[in-house]
């Protein structure tokens, strides 16, 4: 079975410019997360959701970051306007929390680069 | 809060070498996951091994061995006999087990170096 699909693998953007990562979770999954990882902060959740729905978007940035997720294989993350600081290597995860193989799998990253 | 500590920042070590990498944890709840995951030089990052709060039992898998402590909150991780591919960045992480907690809270991770 295919992994966590993400898209674009890299993206460099000028600063106030709009960008649109794109994700596709592990078929049969019920739960996705996006991630952003920076040097300085780590690993963050910024947004999950369920069954299509969003539950927690406590760790949104600020009102530039919007996620979306329109059926059960597709979900988005888009900044608008972007900027600098929005550097970072943002993930997709996605799990199926109905059984209790409840592990979070990764996709590759998308390495936003915002000048 | 929870809160998840790798104070090993990074490792070097010579091929064929063991190696621990630590992981202390805390948190109030008396239920709980924990999680290593790998990050090669590639990115992406591999979930390694899960473990529930309430089962104890050491693990193995191949090379890999888990030693979960609950009196001390530690979740250590052991490579035996290093190989060149273990170089990546590891990290532990944690979850409550409760229903509508499904964020994982990373340590900042081990950078481990594996020199031919």
């Known amino acids: 079975d295919a992994g966590v699909i993400q898209s674009p693998r890299h993206e460099v953007t000028e600063m106030g410019q709009e960008v649109t990562l794109r994700c596709k979770p592990i078929?049969?999954?019920?739960?996705l997360f996006w991630y952003r990882q920076t040097m300085m902060r780590g690993l963050e959740l910024l947004i999950y959701?369920?069954?299509?729905?969003?539950?927690?978007d406590s760790g949104m940035p600020e009102d530039r970051f919007s996620a979306k997720m329109p059926n059960a294989s597709f979900s988005t993350l888009k900044i608008q306007p972007s900027e600098p600081r929005d550097s970072a290597v943002y993930f997709c995860?996605?799990?199926?929390?109905?059984?209790?193989?409840?592990?979070?799998?990764f996709g590759p990253g998308t390495r936003l680069t915002v000048t | 809060a929870q809160k998840v500590t790798q104070a090993q920042t990074e490792i070097s070590v010579v091929e064929k070498e063991d190696v621990t990498l630590d992981c202390v944890y805390e948190t109030r709840d008396t239920t709980y996951y924990l999680f290593w995951y790998k990050q090669p030089p590639s990115g992406e990052l591999v979930f390694l091994i899960r473990r529930n709060s309430f089962d104890e039992q050491n693990e193995i898998s191949g090379r890999y061995s888990w030693n979960f402590q609950k009196s001390t909150s530690s979740f250590n991780f052991t490579i035996t006999a290093s190989q060149v591919v273990d170089s990546a960045v590891y990290f532990c992480a944690l979850r409550h087990s409760g229903a509508g907690s499904y964020q994982l809270t990373f340590g900042k991770g081990t950078k481990l170096s594996v020199i031919p």
């Open positions: 078929s049969g999954h019920d739960y």
């Open positions: 995860a996605s799990s199926f929390m109905g059984t209790r193989q409840i592990e979070q799998y």
């Open positions: 959701f369920n069954n299509n729905v969003p539950i927690d």
